[in-house]
Each structure stands twice: as structure tokens, then as C-alpha cells.
């Protein structure tokens, strides 16, 4: 049940960050986002490991990026912080991003489309 709340929220937070950066950085609309992302991964994937991905000695610098970016656009500086969150996001999932290409390297329609040879060269490099 908690997980399927936090998949709603974790949407709803992609949807209100992707909405505020069309809508030219709306503070508002990126709080809330940045706000409902974070407690929505926490339902997702529990509390404790919530804190145990956020915080291992080999992520503090990437999670420090992330959540303090979240913490600058609270403060009232949308791109700032927005700029903070994506490098802090990068550096966190990193580890994913193989897994996630080689996933939609499967599906029929976008693994031709990352087969396209300008697009096919930035996915190998970021596939590594």
C-alpha cells in the first residue's frame, strides 16, 4: 500500500519539477516537487534504507549536492539549486544509469531509437 502512495508521489514530484522548469523555474512549483520526489522515494523504499542510500560514506558528497540543492531552491534561488539537484542526482544514481540503458536498449521502438549513431555514441559513454 505505502508503496504504491509512494510511486504517486514520487510521479506527482517528476510531474510539479519538470512543470516549474517549463514554467521558467517557478520556486513554488519546484518546492513542491523537490518536496514530494524525496517523501515519495521514502514510501517507496522505506525510511531506514531511504537514510542508508542518502547517507553512505561513498555518496555524502553526492547526496550533500542533491540536498542542498533541494535546500537553495527552498530558499528562494530556482536555478541554483536546480543545477545543484541535477549534478547531485547524476552522481547518486550513476550506478543505475547501465542498468536503466541496457533496459531500454530491449524495448522495440526506443531501443532502435538509442541505436541511432549520434545517440548511440552519448548512450555507450554513459552505459560505461
Do not use: C
Not at 522548469?21 to 523537490?34: Q, R, Y
Not at 560514506?57 to 540543492?69: I, Q, V
Not at 544509469?97 to 541511432?116: C, D, K
Request: glycine share 14%; hydrophobic share 60%.
Amino acid at each position: 500500500m505505502s508503496a504504491e502512495i509512494g510511486m504517486g508521489l514520487t510521479g506527482f514530484g517528476v510531474f510539479f519539477l519538470f512543470f516549474g522548469m517549463m514554467l521558467f523555474f517557478d520556486k513554488a512549483l519546484l518546492a513542491i516537487g523537490n518536496i514530494l520526489f524525496v517523501s515519495g522515494l521514502s514510501f517507496v523504499i522505506g525510511l531506514e534504507r531511504t537514510f542508508r542510500f542518502f547517507f553512505q560514506r561513498h555518496k555524502l558528497k553526492a547526496t550533500s549536492f542533491f540536498l542542498g540543492g533541494v535546500l537553495v531552491v527552498l530558499l528562494g534561488w530556482p536555478i541554483v539549486g536546480v543545477v545543484l539537484e541535477i549534478y547531485g542526482f547524476f552522481l547518486l544514481f550513476r550506478g543505475f544509469f547501465p542498468v536503466a540503458v541496457g533496459f531500454i536498449r530491449r524495448v522495440p521502438v526506443l531501443g532502435s531509437l538509442l541505436s541511432l549513431p549520434g545517440i548511440s555514441a552519448l548512450v555507450d559513454k554513459i552505459e560505461l
